[in-house]
């Protein structure tokens, strides 16, 4: 995953990370982990954010598009 998918949707939502692990379950801790790269996210997780944000999953598992 990218993280920059994850902060994007944080972004546009106005949200944190501390307030989708409260709404997910999934420790905020996890969410550095991911950002630094000291592990990657598994598919349960991602599929949880998919459903909180309500985008596909494939929207996490896609790389992002650099503008021109």
Known sequence: MEYGRFQGLL????QTAYAVAQATGIPASTF???KSGKSKPKIEKLMKLADY???SIEYFLTEEKEEA
């Open 11 to 14: 972004d546009q939502r106005d």
């Open 32 to 34: 550095s982990d991911w």
């Open 53 to 55: 944000f309500g985008v």
